[in-house]
């Protein structure tokens, strides 16, 4: 019976002292094989924006580009390229994955050895390099009508709210005129494509404040354009304001924007005299025979915006200055008084 045991006892012992032996080879073979690979999801960005990212990323790290297929729905954007130096010649791959969550960019190193280990700090270095040096906003045309349909690929955007995180990609709209023409905005008339060139109409609010949490669902309703008619009492918006000094309030490129805040107090603190609206605070119109007024909540540093009269679809808001203009009836520029 013991020699039974003993027999039976030593080819695993051989076996354990095989694999402990096999181990570190095992190990660096699957190290070398990760050091070589990196994966990125960019939620923010569109399926173009990556693939052209990613092209000058492959230029910054001075590969050669060889082939460039863009993606397109269902399959995948290919870029390979090549990188001499000296005798030794390293090859590389990236494809760009598209879904309704966004991108994913994986790359990967071919340079035969399988121990590039610089190569996903070196490609995601280069490939946030290349983000940040993405094509600038286009400016407004001199003339005619001018819009601009951007990505807003930052989480946290103007809107106050994670979209991205939630699988919907949000996007601004510029619209400049500078024709003599009047143009109406109707929101529910926007139409937007996707990267396959289809016409696609935005989500509704109801359907996003359904994927949010009833805080983050508020905070989007609140700065939300819809095309409606307001009732008297409505409140148009709720916003934020910066409270500063009155002196910084007039100075050049605020002066324009600046709002009352606690001057209005018998004891204003100091500092906090005057703000800047957030939303669109600051850019609502004056008239003597306004359709809304303005209420303020000090104890939360915010503004809104209440109608006065019920307020047609397409009628312009506005409340009064209540103080002496810098500006006539048409418009020009004047001194105060």
């Avoid at 960019?42 to 990613?54: M, R, V």
């Avoid at 004056?286 to 939360?300: I, K």
């Amino acid at each position: 019976m013991a020699t039974l045991a003993a027999g039976h006892r030593t080819p695993v012992t051989t076996v354990h002292r095989c694999i402990a032996g096999l181990l570190p080879l095992v190990l660096l073979l699957v190290h070398g094989c990760a050091a070589h690979y990196i994966r990125m999801d960019e939620k923010g960005l569109t399926c173009s924006e990556a693939y052209q990212i990613a092209i000058n990323a492959v230029h910054r790290m001075n590969y050669t580009i060889d082939t460039a297929i863009k993606p397109t729905p269902g399959s995948p954007g290919v870029i390979t390229g090549t990188h001499t130096e000296g005798a030794a010649t390293q090859g590389l791959m990236v494809q760009i994955f598209c879904s309704t969550l966004g991108t994913s960019i994986e790359a990967k190193s071919a340079d035969g050895s399988g121990l590039d280990f610089n190569f996903p700090n070196e490609f995601r270095r280069s490939f946030e390099n290349a983000a940040a040096n993405h094509a600038p906003e286009r400016q407004p045309a001199e003339n005619g009508l001018d819009v601009l349909v951007t990505p807003l690929r930052d989480h946290s955007s103007d809107l106050g709210v994670d979209l991205v995180g939630i699988g919907v990609l949000p996007v601004s709209i510029r619209i400049s005129n500078r024709s003599p023409r009047v143009y109406a905005f109707r929101v529910k008339d926007v139409v937007l494509k996707t990267e396959d060139g289809e016409r696609d109409r935005p989500l509704g609010l109801q359907k996003i404040s359904a994927r949010l949490s009833p805080a983050d669902a508020d905070i989007l309703r609140r700065k939300a354009l819809g095309d409606r008619d307001i009732a008297a009492g409505d409140t148009v918006e709720r916003s934020p304001v910066l409270p500063l000094a009155l002196a910084d309030s007039e100075c050049p490129g605020l002066n324009d924007y600046g709002m009352a805040w606690e001057e209005n107090h018998d004891n204003p603190t100091p500092g906090r005299e005057s703000c800047i609206g957030l939303g669109y605070l600051s850019i609502y119109n004056h008239a003597a025979q306004p359709n809304a007024r303005l209420e303020h909540h000090y104890d939360t540093d915010e503004i809104s915006v209440i109608a006065l009269r019920d307020i047609a679809q397409g009628e312009e808001v506005t409340y009064d200055y209540v103080v002496p203009l810098w500006f006539d009836d048409t418009g020009t520029a004047q001194a105060a008084e």
